[in-house]
Nanobody, 121 residues
Framework: QVQLVESGGDLVQPGGSLRLSCSAS????????WSWYRQVPGNEREWVAS???????NYLESIKDRFTISRDDAKNTVYLQMNNLKPEDTATYYC???????????????WGQGTQVTVGS
């Protein structure tokens, strides 16, 4: 019914930049909140950043000066611009959407499939 597709993960050198994208498709009325998470094998999934429908943003303290989350509601897409990447940013990055469906005002949560970001030389 709803699908989230991520892209943009890659291998990048320390200090480099990447832009992740996540697009939602399906019977969507509106995406209320978008979030990005990341996970390293053996660790719990970690929240990274969120953006509300009113464009209010919040960030994990360790990345707030390097990452920027943004959204394009016309495309039902969220972005994560990552600058000055560090080896400790290496992880699988997941998007999460809190959304309402057409003719159904309840809020549902969906996850993307994940995209791998590897920071190393």
């Amino acid at each position: 019914q709803v699908q989230l597709v991520e892209s943009g993960g890659d291998l990048v050198q320390p200090g480099g930049s990447l832009r992740l994208s996540c697009s939602a498709s399906g019977n969507i009325f509106r995406v209320n909140n978008w979030s990005w998470y990341r996970q390293v094998p053996g660790n719990e999934r970690e929240w990274v950043a969120s953006v509300t429908h009113a464009d209010s943003t919040n960030y994990l303290e360790s990345i707030k000066d390097r990452f920027t989350i943004s959204r394009d509601d016309a495309k039902n897409t969220v972005y994560l611009q990552m600058n000055n990447l560090k080896p400790e940013d290496t992880a699988t990055y997941y998007c999460k959407a809190a959304l309402a469906l057409v003719r159904d005002w309840r809020e549902y949560f969906y996850w993307g499939q994940g995209t791998q970001v590897t920071v190393g030389s």
